[in-house]
Antibody
Framework: QVKLQESGPGLVEPSETLSLTCAVS?????????WGWIRQPPGKGLEWIGF???????SYNPSLKSRVTISVDTSKNQFSLRLTSVTAADTAVYFC??????WGQGTLVTVSS | EIVLTQSPGTLSLSPGERATLSCRAS???????LAWHQQKPGQAPRLLIY???RRAPDIPDRFSGSGSGTDFTLTVSRLEPEDFAVYYC?????????FGQGTKVEIK
């Protein structure tokens, strides 16, 4: 059974870069599926950030596209999220996902000085 | 971009009652690539339904999905206490993938 686990700083200063990693176990990310990120601001709904497909293609939410990069490290079976120039509006729980069927537990990232 | 609109925003029901949740898309969802997720407070969402009508593994058969094109429905035939939660629809047709705003099913 696949498991996903997010890790990274819980506090990021405004204008800095948010970086998170998702460690995957139980399935090789180079074998198939879309691997992506979703976020949820406190008390609000879900927002799709983007994904990479195992063949190498990526796709991002147009509203975040200029600031987002999703990359993969197949040797470690993990993938990462990078979001630049963050503001308080980027404060959210960030989830990594496999396609639509599997979610990590989520990690809260607060943007504050 | 496909915009998903869920209704109602809140559904107040009693255990044992039937819940019917709606998800309407601004344009047709290709291949019926529409999923339903359940989220309880403090937890990650959990996949219930994919491809509009296929139940995910280990999901009880009281959950069912239907619909095609632009109109989709999640039905819970008889609400159990653990079913009171927020439900989101999501399409995974052409990117960007998007979510509906959610329907909260609360105890009446």
């Amino acid at each position: 059974q696949v498991k996903l686990q997010e890790s990274g700083p819980g506090l990021v200063e405004p204008s800095e870069t948010l970086s998170l990693t998702c460690a995957v176990s139980g399935y090789s990310i180079s074998s198939g599926f879309h691997w992506g990120w979703i976020r949820q601001p406190p008390g609000k709904g879900l927002e799709w950030i983007g994904f990479f497909y195992y063949t190498g293609t990526t796709s991002y939410n147009p509203s975040l596209k200029s600031r987002v990069t999703i990359s993969v490290d197949t040797s470690k079976n993990q993938f990462s999220l990078r979001l630049t120039s963050v503001t308080a509006a980027d404060t959210a729980v960030y989830f990594c996902v496999r396609g639509v069927d599997s979610w990590g537990q989520g990690t809260l990232v607060t943007v504050s000085s | 971009e496909i915009v998903l609109t869920q209704s109602p925003g809140t559904l107040s029901l009693s255990p044992g009652e039937r819940a019917t949740l709606s998800c309407r898309a601004s344009q047709s969802v290709g291949n019926n690539y529409l999923a339903w997720h359940q989220q309880k407070p403090g937890q990650a969402p959990r996949l219930l339904i994919y491809d509009a009508s296929r139940r995910a593994p280990d999901i009880p058969d009281r959950f069912s999905g239907s619909g095609s094109g632009t109109d989709f429905t999640l039905t819970v035939s008889r609400l159990e206490p653990e079913d009171f939660a927020v439900y989101y629809c999501q399409h995974y047709d052409k990117p960007p993938w998007t979510f509906g705003q959610g329907t909260k099913v609360e105890i009446k």
